[in-house]
């Protein structure tokens, strides 16, 4: 399922207009980093990508794992968050990967519509070009996941997989990457022991801590740097607003 409550359609996808997320606005209330930029939440954010520019003093390009243990963390809504927190930084370009190819949701949280993306770069039937779109936000682009693949780890734990990882680090700064849940489908792992950190999103008063301690070894022992943990969940009112993570 996807965050709208839709099944993405099953394949095949048309390639994506590189340019035609740009028109499209964001109209989630949960992008706080995007409909209110001066709210607490946003400044939370904040403070996590200064963190992250705190462990990469010399700036290089960096591949980034947003894993969670379970489902419903809020995984994907602090991916887009982040992501436009790190572009605030003047000369930083972002990628966000959605790598969950089983319930795929960055499209859905974007407002766009399902094109190919991240399993038919891997199976070689569409390029870079044509799989990644800029969107709205300066600075900030997305490979959606594409069509939902038979086996899933198949295409994760490949090289190109290592390949592709590579070759956005050229491109870009920061390389946002969303992934199923950790504790159950090992793509998370698999992605994690390829790229240079793995921050792990928990839920605030919803996941037991054993469950989290349980996913943070699993994920140490596949060779992932865990960097930290990004909490969501908490409720925060501003005059007459309220943000919940989802």
Known sequence: MSASGQIPPAGPLQPA??????????????????????????????ALRNSIQALNPDGAPRS???????????????????????AEVPGTHVLMIDADLHAPALEDYLGLP????????????????????????PNVSLLA????????????????????????????SYILIDTPEA??????????????????VVRLG??????VEQTYNMLEN???????????GGSVVEGKSKYAGR
């Open 183 to 200: 504790l159950t489908i090992s793509d998370a792992a698999l992605l994690g022991s390829v790229s240079d950190g793995v921050l792990m």
């Open 17 to 46: 207009d590189p340019d035609e997320a740009r028109v499209v606005p964001i109209r989630r209330e949960e992008i706080a980093m995007a409909l209110a930029p001066r709210s607490r939440i946003a400044e939370q954010f904040r």
């Open 206 to 211: 919803s996941t037991p801590r054993h469950v």
């Open 64 to 86: 980034i794992v947003m894993a969670s243990a379970v489902r419903g963390e809020g995984k994907s809504v602090a991916t887009i968050n982040l992501a436009l927190a790190l």
């Open 145 to 172: 996941a594409g069509e939902l693949p038979v086996n899933s780890t198949e295409l994760i734990g490949s090289d190109r997989m290592r390949t592709l990882i590579g070759a956005c680090k050229q491109r870009y």
């Open 222 to 232: 596949m060779g992932g740097n865990v960097l930290g943990t990004c909490l969501t």
């Open 114 to 137: 399902h094109r190919a993306g991240l399993s038919e770069l891997l199976g070689g039937r569409v390029g870079m070009d044509r799989a990644i779109r800029t969107t709205s936000v």
